[in-house]
């Protein structure tokens, strides 16, 4: 909510090795779900009434709706035990486990390790579109290391949608809204597709703030009145009402249709829409480009080797932090809720020392369960332990070490005696091309091809948050 200062910005070599970084995850990213492969919506129960002939999203709508089955949550696990014991993530698995018995705290993985697993090509797995990675900046060592933990790559303009106005507000303008519009408008000049943002109503009153969003698309769809999202210059799109839209097969992906014209719905928002909405999303993303739902996170190893106490942390070409190093403790090592305070410290310094734990923590109950940051030299740490424990049950505690730790933060507050403050960055890659600079016409996305131009704003935001991190 403050500026930086005019000399506060991100080095062009950071960015480059954000860059390198981000290749490695896509790489394995890719590898990860190759064992997994998602069913394509066209043959999904879900989707089984759809014909090459089209229908009205509302006929579609109600038939799910009266059929009481409601899509399935989608939430992030982690990694997950292999399926295919010769595939290239089952290799890799091994390799990880092999290093987690060896007492190994740090495996890097590069190019070479993921061409000798089989992982597709960084050009195959990045898509060709905008990608904001969510970056907690780590302090430069003297011999090296990583630049940055990465904590997700996802789409353009998901990310910092709600913080769009405020930033415009403050600052006079948000370069990153302005060049991803620009982006879309050139992809629909070049493509002849239609761009429709998804407008759905908040959980709560009280949430509406994770709707908002700058106008970045010439069309919406959904509520009809844009107000409570794009405020007033909401103006500046125009209103497609939802039963001028159709869904049909073609080529083996679900195509969205309005007067003619194909149509890629994006919903900008990152909080899950409430029943009914939760319906309408699901089956207009269905005919999205894949590009406008990317996501890559790769914490949360845990779940895919849950028999070692300690699994290294990873890293990407020494460039990025993929996963910190995790600890499992036995909750039958702790203390008993009726032992005394004394006795209590006692046992947590005795746990420290011997499973060699970080003193500062994300601990949480289960892989995927929400993280509490905990001081373990701190008297806190015990009530907020036994709390966890009470609240679900289970045999073990996810101990994840805290990348930066508080004494290795970056920035500092000058108005408040230079306190340490808790900073995400989010860095749009690529940085150096602009709408302007467009490659070959792309192939059509209105029938077979998928593949659309690829471009990037120039610019670099920095979204710090004192207060939630």
Same mark, same amino acid.
């Given at each position: 909510?403050?500026?930086?200062?005019?000399?506060?910005?991100?080095?062009?070599?950071?960015?480059?090795?954000?860059?390198?970084?981000?290749?490695?995850?896509?790489?394995?990213?890719?590898?990860?779900?190759?064992?997994?492969?998602?069913?394509?919506?066209?043959?999904?129960?879900?989707?089984?009434?759809?014909?090459?002939?089209?229908?009205?999203?509302?006929?579609?709508?109600?038939?799910?709706?009266?059929?009481?089955?409601?899509?399935?949550?989608?939430?992030?696990?982690?990694?997950?035990?292999?399926?295919?014991?010769?595939?290239?993530?089952? +290799?890799?698995?091994?390799?990880?486990?092999?290093?987690?018995?060896?007492?190994?705290?740090?495996?890097?993985?590069?190019?070479?390790?993921?061409?000798?697993?089989?992982?597709?090509?960084?050009?195959?797995?990045?898509?060709?579109?905008?990608?904001?990675?969510?970056?907690?900046?780590?302090?430069?060592?003297?011999?090296?290391?990583?630049?940055?933990?990465?904590?997700?790559?996802?789409?353009?303009?998901?990310?910092?949608?709600?913080?769009?106005?405020?930033?415009?507000?403050?600052?006079?303008?948000?370069?990153?809204?302005?060049?991803?519009?620009?982006?879309?408008?050139?992809?629909?000049? +070049?493509?002849?597709?239609?761009?429709?943002?998804?407008?759905?109503?908040?959980?709560?009153?009280?949430?509406?703030?994770?709707?908002?969003?700058?106008?970045?698309?010439?069309?919406?769809?959904?509520?009809?009145?844009?107000? @409570?999202?794009?405020?007033? @210059?909401?103006?500046?799109?125009?209103?497609?009402?939802?039963?001028?839209?159709?869904?049909?097969?073609?080529?083996?992906?679900?195509?969205?249709?309005?007067?003619?014209?194909?149509?890629?719905?994006?919903?900008?928002?990152?909080?899950?829409?409430?029943?009914?909405?939760?319906?309408?999303?699901? *089956?207009?993303?269905?005919?999205?480009?894949?590009?406008?739902?990317?996501?890559?996170?790769?914490?949360?190893?845990?779940?895919? *080797?849950?028999?070692?106490?300690?699994?290294?942390?990873?890293?990407?070409?020494?460039?990025?932090?993929?996963?910190?190093?995790?600890?499992?403790?036995?909750?039958?090592?702790?203390?008993?809720?009726?032992?005394? *305070?004394?006795?209590?410290?006692?046992?947590?310094?005795?746990?420290?020392?011997?499973?060699?734990?970080?003193?500062?923590?994300?601990?949480?109950?289960?892989?995927?369960?929400? @993280?509490?940051?905990?001081?373990?030299?701190?008297?806190?740490?015990?009530?907020?332990?036994?709390?966890?424990?009470?609240?679900?049950?289970?045999?073990?505690?996810?101990?994840?070490?805290?990348?930066?730790?508080?004494?290795?933060?970056?920035?500092?507050?000058?108005?408040?005696?230079?306190?340490?403050?808790?900073?995400?960055?989010?860095?749009?890659?690529?940085?150096?091309?602009?709408?302007?600079?467009?490659?070959?016409?792309?192939?059509?996305?209105?029938?077979?091809?998928?593949?659309?131009?690829?471009?990037?704003?120039?610019?670099?935001?920095?979204?710090?948050?004192?207060?939630?991190?």
């Amino acid at each position: 909510y403050r500026r930086l200062g005019a000399d506060a910005a991100v080095p062009a070599a950071a960015a480059a090795r954000v860059r390198r970084g981000l290749r490695i995850a896509a790489r394995l990213a890719a590898l990860r779900e190759a064992d997994r492969p998602a069913e394509p919506p066209e043959r999904q129960p879900w989707f089984a009434g759809l014909t090459e002939q089209a229908r009205p999203i509302s006929e579609i709508l109600a038939g799910r709706l009266s059929a009481d089955d409601p899509p399935p949550v989608r939430r992030y696990t982690g990694w997950h035990p292999a399926h295919d014991p010769a595939g290239g993530y089952a +290799r890799l698995l091994a390799r990880l486990d092999a290093a987690a018995r060896s007492g190994t705290a740090c495996v890097d993985l590069d190019d070479a390790l993921l061409d000798e697993l089989g992982a597709p090509p960084a050009d195959s797995t990045l898509p060709p579109w905008p990608v904001d990675c969510l970056l907690r900046p780590l302090r430069p060592c003297t011999d090296g290391g990583p630049v940055a933990v990465l904590e997700t790559a996802s789409s353009a303009g998901v990310l910092d949608a709600r913080f769009a106005d405020g930033l415009r507000t403050l600052h006079g303008g948000y370069g990153n809204s302005d060049a991803y519009r620009a982006f879309l408008a050139a992809v629909e000049e +070049r493509s002849g597709v239609r761009f429709v943002d998804l407008l759905v109503p908040p959980l709560a009153e009280r949430s509406a703030n994770a709707v908002r969003r700058p106008v970045t698309t010439r069309w919406w769809t959904g509520d009809p009145d844009p107000t @409570p999202y794009y405020g007033s @210059p909401g103006g500046q799109a125009r209103y497609l009402p939802l039963d001028r839209i159709s869904l049909r097969r073609a080529d083996g992906r679900i195509v969205a249709e309005a007067d003619g014209r194909r149509v890629i719905p994006v919903y900008q928002a990152t909080l899950s829409p409430a029943p009914p909405y939760d319906t309408l999303v699901r *089956l207009l993303l269905a005919a999205s480009h894949p590009a406008a739902s990317y996501l890559v996170r790769l914490d949360a190893l845990d779940a895919a *080797l849950p028999d070692r106490a300690r699994l290294p942390r990873l890293t990407a070409g020494g460039d990025l932090v993929l996963a910190p190093a995790t600890w499992r403790v036995d909750r039958g090592k702790l203390w008993e809720p009726g032992d005394d *305070l004394l006795t209590k410290v006692r046992v947590l310094a005795l746990l420290r020392r011997s499973a060699g734990l970080p003193r500062h923590a994300f601990v949480r109950t289960a892989p995927g369960a929400k @993280p509490v940051p905990v001081d373990l030299a701190s008297l806190t740490a015990l009530q907020l332990i036994e709390r966890l424990c009470a609240r679900e049950a289970g045999t073990a505690l996810l101990v994840e070490e805290m990348l930066p730790a508080p004494e290795d933060l970056l920035l500092r507050d000058p108005l408040h005696g230079g306190a340490s403050v808790a900073a995400q960055l989010l860095l749009r890659l690529p940085h150096d091309r602009c709408a302007g600079r467009l490659p070959a016409p792309p192939p059509s996305v209105t029938h077979r091809g998928e593949r659309l131009v690829c471009l990037a704003p120039g610019d670099i935001h920095a979204l710090t948050d004192p207060v939630h991190g």
